[in-house]
């Protein structure tokens, strides 16, 4: 059996839901300690933290910059492998690369950065340096979205030519109404959010699903955006035209004002021999359209599934898994990875799935901005 | 109990899928009994037919110029009520025209012209002569889609901020990879199908659910078109952003090309208050989104649905209706204006959502041609 | 084109609902005039009754004998062939032997009788006189209940072993808890709903559906009854364990007490080789379970479905039928066997399913009355 | 922040599935530290077994009497809180039995015990020394579970006059048929699995779901069997009538010959004033079902849910949770009950649920030898 991997973790302290989801993730598999990190900026409220969750507090630091130092002065056995950012989103560029210009692994939490010039830059920097780097698509671990990747590789529905994916929620609706309560949720003021809200926070997702499970690159974008006020300069709904090639057309629907929707994603992608269909509220069930054929639901834990899929399930078919299951695939990805293993490669997003994240943000706010005009995405292949 | 309305048909003859609707509609609340009519081109044809049908040979004519003519020279009370036109496309325009030329109330089937000037002469044939003219976007006669209108107008989710529905075939997918079937598709003809294949046939009617809906007007689109081959110039997907009012979006998805799709059609709408979404193929399904509430399933029959949509019921909750029952509903509402009686305003489509979708279909024409930009509707309020 | 089959009907007037569908299921398939009948009790009301739904009066008759004598008096071709009985349940007897003693086929309204005596009495003398006699389990009309059939017989899922059907209403619930109430609901009156109210009314339909689908035969019966209240004498909730064979056994679960619950049927078989399940509700859905494969759906009008079940779909796949269309199937199969056509055999439900119903009914009546013990039905095979 | 339990584990070691959801259950609310046990019967694999989850070996010993001694020569303060029970079947007793003797609180997986009469003994040395015994019923750990009872409670649907509860798997079919793989089932052969196989194993999951969420005693059991071939003597298949008072009946329907269903467990409760519906294969949606209003679809995380049910919830609504959170929820209940916290009388499944489940399967076994009679259950209230 091998020796765990050595865990640390930048932000996640208190009630952090983001900081529960990353340590059952980690813990899930057997695969990782953790050792120490920088939970709060507050060194005290950390060492209380580290306490808590009971582990010892001699690893606490008071910064990454102090993290990385320490790290590097322990033996390489000791030293921390892998690195997880969870703070807030201005700070994920700054520690990535501070990470990565030492040679840490990182685990980071999506936005990879607050621009594309960022993302370049910790592109270029993992690309020196050769360090792991996974970025938490979450929904990409779901053992029914790798069925659906490797289905549409191994040619189950054939040359694809229609891409369709929705990201909806409805939590703005109650905030963006009332002027005083607008002007206070900081998701919708671009200083603290970045340029973009809705497609920042979520329609990027459905954007990386696409390309995730399809394999191709979204090459231009033309979005429309919804602000709903003309005191809102945030977008909280967006509807975004894409065009993967010639003749491969789709559409990227996100938005924060479909009132009363929670996390409601659908993907559905459909080529010359058929048709696959996936929700993410109910996430054990992948839909197969075939002409002619009765519709095929899918299930984790079959033999019919791939490998990739099947080594995302932990339990027999019909009992359910959910999201932190879904966070400790990519958790179980990065450790292979991090071991030298063999691992399958969409078994983590990766920087480059960050790289394009923030050029489609970046893209979709441009063309919005003149005037709902195509947009051109730059190729990363 | 009132004396039944006496109904001719135009086409519909033979195994017509299309007649066998209609006629099954008619019958189905007593309220009309079939005459006559032409059946086909072939006088003889139309004759036999109707011997099989088992009505009266007498007033089967050769033209709809002969009927005319000769219903006209009946008394008032034993002519042709209404005339049910179910003749293929081009055909509809010379055929209402001369109808409402002559004082007939008509049912159309739908699309109501080949193109909006056509369907601006029929309109305003229609406002002059005051006839009764439905058109039938069946999909309308679904006890849900009615009470969906309903709940919106007394302000169930509130003003509306965002609408989304999709209509998604997959039929044209085995016909159009295959250079020699695309070019045998009638529908991919231009010279028969008219300037739009998917928004024209399929893509009007999601078109239409929004604003029947909503009550709001769709006033401006923009569309991507996709014709998957270069010698292909008929669209067979369609995504087509739409602005209702300025803070007001919202998008129309259609396509002939979703792979295995049989005929899915789901329409949402979310305002400040809630949502409510519906699908076609289990149209006996409302579903009612309210922030911080339970979702709510609506169903047809239930006294807490509105009178209008009760009066599109026949039979006790949990026994399901169809489409056929749609199409009954609409044959009930003209039944009710033909004989002067209340009706609701939503009771059948008329020349104006005709007129509305001859705009819609030729604005998205244009958009796509002229690279994807902005085209307003006409206003008819 | 084949003549249309002259059909009377007996009761069904004003607004009956049951009138309502059997008219329409008639029209459906065009094959049935509906030529006279007894509408009412009152002749003068049934004379109206013909004028409303426009047939001609001078075949409505006071009584049934009325009918039978005169409608023998008639030349062969202009008689009634078919004629429907649409009564309260106590009249089904008396007229579906008058009927039958002189060779008139017959469509009758389930119960086929109100003892499993009288319903010996009506197979004798259908047998003996060779009419076609057709009862309306309307659910077995379902195309995807045909499918189920077809598929179990040509080996889809092996040998069954197990079987569970349930019918769950809850509408007697805000009836039967207050005394008065329920003193005043005639299906809790024995005097005129017969011996058992919820098996009698709704239980007999799913173990009718159990017979249809799978071609075995229910040879013992022990059931539960629940009351509710002591001075009930009517079953309102029946849960009944079933045994078809040594190893095959199964549970019949019916109620009018599941509160709230509509017209929920679901039917589970479980053979050797895989499960199907169907619901009334969504009635154009069956699942195919196959172990280790992804469960399939199957929905009406594709060419994988039986020759039987696509004779009973009317529109292409996508576009929903009920509960009428179900019922046009029964008839459809009946002017098949009144013309002498081939038919599929299970075209109709037929007099020994009525018998079979009348000795599941007394049989589940009279091993609660024992205190749960296990009653034998005779075989019919 | 409290200080972690001592948590110490009996078997669950290698690859053992239950090991990983009561590893993962006891680390998702950062209550427990897992601080030793035996994992494996060969002392040497127990302690590579803790290296490998990464925990001391000190306190890995070859026995629970091992443990039960050394682990009260500890300090109080160090000394393990609480001691899991994952090992076989059998054997839950004995160890159950040593550790309540030696005042250990006590997780224990499911049966409690193999007999009734085992079953009483724990539950007096349980009631004679106080410890925490909680028995992993892991369903009754899902939030919208525990919503159901805590509506239950609060008379959202009155009276309760009707259960159903289904517990259907395929899983033995696949075995049973061949008479060499029926034989090495461990699971058919009494000795290794007790006096039942079907009821035993998943019938008393569906047992305890009716009686946990309803607050009601099943008085009387009626069973039939079904053990498909004459040389297998364990059941696979129980149709169940239950009472549970005079005028409360029900139904609990087990089986593993349900062909290729996987865990479908499905609990209806109706009541005077509406019922309620779970599906443990979609166990974030409760259905509540009123007389006259639309169907209501609860999730977890919202405000209408119960506080119980809220604790049981960690992320918001639309993102799910499945098999492990369940677990969670009851380790997280006993980690209150531990500390002496206030806690839910629901918050884990008791030593009484045991003596119950253990009453119900000797029951039913009676009750089908016997010839489908009545059997009564003792009460426990």
């Not at 549409?152 to 939590?171: E, F, L, N, P, T």
């Not at 791939?306 to 299951?325: A, I, N, R, Y």
Request: some cysteine; aromatic content about 8%; glycine content about 10%.
């Amino acid at each position: 059996m091998p020796k765990k991997i050595k865990l640390g973790i930048l932000g996640g302290g208190g009630d952090s839901l983001i900081g529960i989801v990353h340590r059952i993730a980690a813990f899930m598999n057997d695969n990782y300690e953790i050792v120490g990190g920088v939970f709060n900026p507050d060194k005290n409220v950390s060492i209380e933290f580290a306490k808590h969750i009971d582990i010892p507090t001699n690893r606490i630091y008071a910064t990454v910059e102090e993290l990385v130092a320490a790290e590097n002065e322990l033996p390489e056995e000791e030293r921390m492998q892998v690195v997880s950012i969870l703070t807030p989103n201005f700070l994920h560029f700054p520690m990535a690369k501070t990470l990565l210009e030492n040679g840490f692994n990182v685990i980071c939490e999506k936005p990879m950065t607050t621009s594309y010039e960022e993302a370049k830059e910790i592109a270029a920097l993992q690309e020196k340096g050769g360090a792991v780097f996974a970025l938490t698509h979450t929904y990409t671990g779901y053992p029914m979205v790798r069925q659906m990747r490797e289905m549409i590789r191994s040619g189950a529905i054939g040359d694809i030519h229609k891409v369709d994916v929705q990201y909806y929620q409805g939590w703005i609706n109650p905030l963006i109404h009332d002027e005083a309560s607008r002007k206070a949720t900081w998701r919708l003021d671009p200083e603290k959010s970045g340029i973009s809200c809705c497609v920042g926070d979520i329609g990027v997702h459905a954007f990386n699903l696409v390309e995730y499970t399809t394999g191709l690159e979204i090459k231009e974008v033309l979005s429309d955006f919804n602000f709903l006020y003309d005191d809102n300069v945030m977008d909280v709904d967006a509807n975004i035209l894409v065009r993967l090639d010639k003749h491969v057309k789709g559409i990227v629907r996100s938005s924060q004002i479909a009132t009363a929707e929670e996390n409601n994603i659908v993907l559905s992608i459909y080529g010359k021999e058929g048709g696959l269909k996936w929700e993410q509220e109910n996430p054990n069930y992948l839909y197969l359209l075939k002409e002619g054929q009765p519709m095929q639901v899918l299930k984790p834990g079959h033999g019919y599934n791939s490998q990739f899929s099947l080594e995302g399930t932990k339990v027999p078919p019909g009992h359910p898994e959910g999201l932190f299951d879904a966070m400790a695939n990519i958790y179980l990805g990065v450790a292979k990875a991090v071991r030298g293993e063999t691992y399958h490669d969409g078994a983590f997003p990766t920087v480059t799935d960050g790289l394009r994240g923030m050029n489609f943000i970046e893209a979709t706010v441009e063309s919005n901005a003149k005037g709902n005009v195509w947009v051109a995405l730059d190729s990363q292949q």
